[in-house]
Nanobody, 122 residues
């Protein structure tokens, strides 16, 4: 059974950094597209980043490009999101997601974790 469990969220000041982790089980990372999305109260769900299953390329939303980095460790079955230069508008619940699709629209991925809260505030 596929399972994703996020951790690493918290409260951080603007300009700070956080690294989110996602423990994956029940599937092989290389066989799935994996990614992160976020949702703030009252906002639509936003795809943040994705690693494509087809070629391993990484993709980012314009709002986080240059600040966030997605990575994975196949040996540990872990997915990460390094978030630097955080802004108050990055405040949201962040979800790890996976799907056997060849695409990279994280909003359409079929499996999600329970989410971890990130709050950027002074």
């Amino acid at each position: 059974q596929l399972q994703l469990v996020e951790s690493g969220g918290g409260l951080v000041q603007p300009g700070g950094s956080l690294r989110l982790s996602c423990a994956a089980s029940g599937f092989t990372l290389d066989d799935y597209a994996i990614g992160w999305l976020r949702q703030a109260p009252g906002n639509v769900r936003e795809g943040v980043s994705c690693i494509s299953r087809s070629d391993g390329s990484s993709h980012y939303a314009d709002s986080v490009k240059g600040r966030f980095t997605i990575s994975k460790d196949n040996a540990k079955n872990m997915i990460y999101l390094q978030m630097n230069s955080l802004k108050p508008e990055d405040t949201a619940t962040y979800y790890c997601a996976a799907d056997p699709t060849s695409g990279c629209d994280v909003r359409k991925f079929g499996s999600w974790g329970q989410g971890t809260q990130v709050t950027v505030s002074s």
